[in-house]
């Protein structure tokens, strides 16, 4: 899969926000709401490995939800099932990073499944009015550049440009 030819892509919403992903190798995207309410440490506990666990007990709902994403952007990018992906190791500290699943004779009971190579990365997103977490995987081990392209709502009734809606106050 990582020498597929064409054009590949990669849909993901959560909140009132939502990201494609277009790219010239499977690529994965996903962005979660940090959202107030979840039992972090236990989820984290239930799925993370140790040193995640211990990320997400510093860090809190941001933490787990730039690991959750980075885990869920590489399990969308093979066609997975995030339930294959939960063991994945997303902890880094790069702007990106190359990702592996845990080799089963070192990693005994963990749940087999897509193997990568991934190259992830998170992305810059909203914090405001609600703090946003998301990242981008592409399978392979090549490092890649995030373009950023933001579209806005806009009333077409409300004239020709988005400017002119927002300074109506129409939305």
Request: with cysteine; glycine share 10%.
């Given at each position: ?121 998170d ?7 609600e ?26 009734w409300?004239?020709?440009?988005v ?9």
């Open positions: 899969m990582p020498n597929a030819p064409g054009l590949h892509f990669n849909l993901s919403h959560s909140g009132e926000l939502a990201l494609l992903a277009v790219a010239p190798r499977p690529v994965g995207v996903d962005v979660e709401l940090v959202r107030s309410g979840r039992d972090v440490d236990r989820l984290s506990r239930r799925f993370f490995p140790a040193p995640e666990r211990e990320l997400v007990a510093r860090g809190g709902r941001p933490a787990f939800a730039r690991l959750w994403t980075r885990k869920e952007a590489c399990v969308k990018a093979v066609g997975g099932r995030l339930a294959e992906g939960l063991a994945l190791p997303v902890a880094h500290a790069a702007a990106q990073a190359t990702v592996h699943a845990p080799d089963p004779a070192h990693a005994p009971g963990a749940p087999v499944g897509p193997v990568g190579p991934w190259r992830v990365a992305l810059l997103l909203p914090d405001e009015p703090p946003y977490a998301g990242s981008v995987a592409l399978l392979g081990d090549g490092p890649f550049v995030v373009s950023r392209h933001t579209w806005t709502r806009w009333a077409p409300a004239g020709s440009s400017d002119e809606a927002s300074r109506t106050g129409v939305k």
